[in-house]
């Protein structure tokens, strides 16, 4: 909680202090907008321990889904970029293990945020038609996970926690005022804690755990 806490900080200021620092020349020229769309990867899960006697481990497991993120950012010095994203996610249960074994089950998994990005673009020569780039955001991030497997075994989310992400991809310009973007991103969010049972019996205490996702994001934007 502390790293996240320091990550959100850190960004802000960094955001913040090179805003101030931007060349008043930029004006709105510097600012753009677009949409992306999101394939998540198979394979996410949701991982919770109920303190029984022995430990009991429960799993959710997601099938890969789709969102997609509309956003608004800014030039900055130093190749630098700032966005605000608001991006939404959708994935169907695969399914639940109960001490690795596993159950019928149904269910998903879907996830909303604000996120706070700052990018760099890696310099490249002039006469490059790729531009690649790598980044990171902050958020918070609201979570809603319904695994329900057989014997009323379930394991449920439904609250606001920290995220965030690291980012790699690409530009493509399409003409002198628009690009076609492809990226890579991995997501976390953190102290994600749960209400779960085992059985019909419901545990009073779920441990917290990180919410792990990775997409690939195709994007367009343009310049405002």
């Known amino acids: 909680m502390h790293t996240s806490k320091s990550l959100i900080a850190g960004l802000f200021l960094l955001g913040g202090g090179a805003a101030l620092a931007q060349p008043d020349d930029l004006g709105a020229s510097g600012v753009y907008g677009g949409l992306r769309g999101s394939y998540a990867f198979s394979g996410n899960n949701v991982t919770t321990w109920a303190p029984t006697t022995p430990m009991t481990q429960l799993r959710g497991s997601f099938a890969g889904g789709g969102g997609g993120s509309v956003f608004v950012g800014t030039h900055l010095p130093l190749n630098l970029r700032l966005e605000v ?52 955001g902050v958020g918070a991030a ?31 310009p399409v003409d002198e005022y628009s690009r076609l973007t492809a990226m890579y991103r991995w997501m976390q969010v953190r102290d994600a804690g749960h209400k779960c049972a085992v059985s019909g019996t419901v545990q009073s205490v779920c441990l917290n755990n990180a919410v792990n996702s990775s997409a690939v994001d195709i994007g367009y934007e343009m310049d405002l």
């Open 85 to 136: 994203e608001g991006l939404y996610r959708y994935q169907p249960l695969s399914k639940v293990s109960l001490d690795g074994v596993q159950v019928a089950a149904t269910g998903h998994t879907q996830i909303a945020t604000p996120m706070m990005n700052i990018l760099w673009d890696i310099p490249v020569p002039l006469d490059s038609p790729i531009q690649p780039f790598v980044g990171m």
């Open 142 to 172: 609201y979570t809603e996970t319904v695994a329900a497997g057989g014997g009323n075994t379930y394991m449920r989310q439904s609250r606001w926690d920290p995220a965030y992400s690291f980012m790699a991809g690409l530009s493509l």
